[in-house]
């Protein structure tokens, strides 16, 4: 088995910890906020609102900071740092006592993070370009899986062994997603080399690439599929409440409502991530776009709750083609010995599509239905697909990737 696949397969089920680790929590976070002792309903939602956001505000502005270092020490270096510094992180968070704690903890947590982007950059070095794709695919599919898990397994384990022990068990499936690419992963970097390159600062880094024109046109791209996309989320637990009623399985329906796209999301990644070594990203990226703007429509026209799950589901096969792609183009057009940097900068990106949708989503919620939101965000992906194809695939005869 060549290095890049035996790096695949241990970073599959690195991010899949990882991911499932990292999203236990969900499910119980308002309930464990209770337990610290905030009792107002509205205390609790603000200050689960503002904890579940603090770890992407630090993540936005520390990953270019910890891309930067990548690119000059080394990418597993960071993967390694940032996995057992997450595993510290949440573990301690299970000592909270209150919900200030828990802020501050979750603050620190996007400071040190950077396992998924740190092996994603690390991938793309390793693997051979023309399986670029079908590596950066896989790779997705492994997070994916991870984050459709862990909730369910969040939700378990809050019944089995009590909310606080769940951030234990958290940080040991950090530690051992560590420990598993410490003695697995294996990197060719030549750091004396690095070292020899004059030092160069975040803003002069991002003013070398984005010179690059496609750069910056993928960096909107994630923005906006992530903004686009989770825009809607923050109703669409009350959407299945409205569809469907007020009973005993309500909360299962809302759960596989939110994963259900999730399912087709990690068949299809693989699939399109193989295809876009056939045929080019850049085809695959905005069929994707489009397909995706197309399928968010019927959302807003559902009567039940199977009928969403449905559209939904078809949702999410255009949704496994895209960041996926997007991360095979940073590769294609990132000059050698800068992939940590961009790669960073798009998770600035992706971060702040996270922070930015769920927040404006809330609060237009007031004037707009979700039917009408599902609308708005096919509009944005419809935008979003015409621009990647102006800016991204109409340019790629004329500009050729740098070496």
Same mark, same amino acid.
């Given at each position: 088995?060549?290095k890049?696949?035996?790096?695949?397969?241990?970073?599959?089920?690195?991010?899949?910890?990882?991911?499932?680790?990292?999203?236990?929590?969900?499910?119980?976070?308002?309930?464990? %906020?209770?337990? %610290?002792?905030?009792?107002?309903?509205?205390?609790?939602?603000?200050w689960?609102?503002?904890?579940?956001?603090?770890?992407?505000?630090?993540?936005?502005?520390?990953?270019?900071i910890?891309?930067?270092?990548a690119?000059?020490?080394?990418?597993?270096?960071?993967?390694?740092?940032?996995?057992?510094?997450?595993?510290?992180?949440?573990?301690?968070?299970?000592?909270?006592?209150?919900?200030?704690?828990?802020l501050?903890?979750?603050?620190?947590?996007?400071?040190?993070?950077g396992?998924?982007?740190?092996?994603?950059?690390?991938?793309?070095?390793?693997?051979?370009?023309?399986?670029?794709?079908?590596?950066?695919?896989?790779?997705?599919?492994?997070?994916?899986?991870?984050?459709?898990?862990?909730?369910?397994?969040?939700g378990?384990?809050?019944?089995?062994?009590?909310?606080?022990?769940?951030?234990?068990?958290?940080?040991?499936?950090?530690?051992?997603?560590?420990?598993?690419?410490?003695?697995?992963?294996?990197?060719?970097?030549?750091?004396?080399?690095?070292? *020899?390159?004059?030092? *160069?600062?975040?803003?002069?880094?991002?003013?070398?690439?984005?010179?690059?024109?496609?750069?910056?046109?993928?960096?909107?791209?994630?923005?906006?599929? *992530? &903004?686009?996309?989770?825009?809607?989320?923050?109703l669409?637990?009350? &959407?299945?409440?409205?569809?469907?009623? *007020?009973?005993?399985?309500?909360?299962?329906?809302?759960?596989?409502?939110?994963?259900?796209?999730?399912?087709?999301?990690?068949?299809?990644?693989? @699939?399109?991530?193989?295809?876009?070594?056939?045929?080019?990203?850049?085809? @695959?990226?905005?069929?994707?776009?489009?397909?995706?703007?197309?399928?968010?429509?019927?959302?807003?026209?559902?009567?039940?709750?199977?009928?969403?799950?449905?559209?939904?589901?078809?949702?999410?096969?255009?949704?496994?083609?895209?960041?996926?792609?997007?991360?095979? !183009?940073?590769?294609?057009?990132?000059?050698?010995?800068?992939?940590?940097?961009?790669?960073? &900068?798009?998770?600035?990106?992706?971060?702040?599509?996270?922070? %930015?949708?769920?927040?404006?989503?809330?609060?237009?919620?007031?004037?707009?239905?979700?039917?009408?939101?599902?609308?708005?965000?096919?509009?944005? !992906?419809? @935008?979003?697909?015409?621009?990647?194809?102006k800016?991204? %695939?109409?340019?790629?005869?004329?500009?050729?990737?740098?070496?």
């Amino acid at each position: 088995m060549a290095k890049w696949q035996v790096n695949l397969i241990v970073l599959w089920v690195g991010q899949f910890l990882v991911m499932a680790g990292m999203t236990m929590i969900v499910p119980f976070l308002p309930l464990y %906020l209770q337990e %610290l002792g905030l009792h107002d309903p509205h205390s609790v939602a603000t200050w689960a609102g503002v904890i579940f956001a603090g770890n992407f505000v630090t993540s936005f502005i520390f990953q270019p900071i910890w891309g930067g270092l990548a690119d000059r020490y080394g990418r597993k270096v960071m993967l390694l740092r940032s996995g057992f510094g997450m595993a510290i992180v949440m573990t301690l968070m299970g000592f909270s006592t209150s919900a200030w704690h828990l802020l501050l903890l979750r603050l620190l947590n996007g400071t040190v993070s950077g396992f998924v982007p740190a092996g994603v950059a690390l991938m793309s070095a390793t693997t051979p370009r023309e399986k670029v794709g079908f590596a950066m695919g896989t790779l997705q599919s492994g997070s994916v899986a991870g984050s459709i898990l862990g909730p369910f397994l969040g939700g378990l384990l809050a019944e089995w062994i009590g909310f606080r022990n769940i951030f234990f068990v958290t940080g040991a499936t950090l530690f051992a997603a560590s420990l598993l690419a410490a003695v697995l992963v294996k990197e060719t970097f030549d750091a004396k080399k690095a070292l *020899q390159k004059p030092k *160069q600062s975040m803003l002069a880094a991002f003013n070398e690439l984005r010179r690059i024109s496609q750069l910056p046109s993928l960096y909107s791209v994630t923005f906006l599929i *992530q &903004f686009s996309l989770l825009s809607v989320m923050p109703l669409l637990p009350l &959407f299945v409440q409205q569809l469907h009623g *007020q009973d005993e399985m309500l909360a299962f329906y809302a759960g596989l409502v939110g994963s259900v796209t999730g399912f087709s999301n990690m068949i299809a990644s693989p @699939i399109f991530g193989k295809l876009s070594d056939r045929i080019g990203p850049e085809k @695959i990226l905005v069929t994707c776009l489009l397909g995706a703007a197309v399928a968010s429509v019927p959302q807003a026209f559902v009567h039940n709750v199977w009928q969403l799950c449905a559209a939904r589901f078809f949702l999410g096969i255009f949704l496994g083609g895209l960041l996926p792609t997007v991360n095979a !183009l940073i590769r294609k057009y990132t000059p050698n010995g800068m992939e940590s940097r961009s790669y960073s &900068f798009n998770t600035s990106a992706l971060a702040a599509g996270n922070m %930015l949708g769920p927040v404006v989503g809330g609060a237009i919620s007031g004037v707009m239905t979700i039917q009408q939101l599902f609308l708005v965000s096919a509009v944005l !992906l419809l @935008i979003n697909g015409l621009w990647a194809r102006k800016s991204i %695939l109409l340019r790629q005869k004329s500009t050729h990737p740098p070496s």
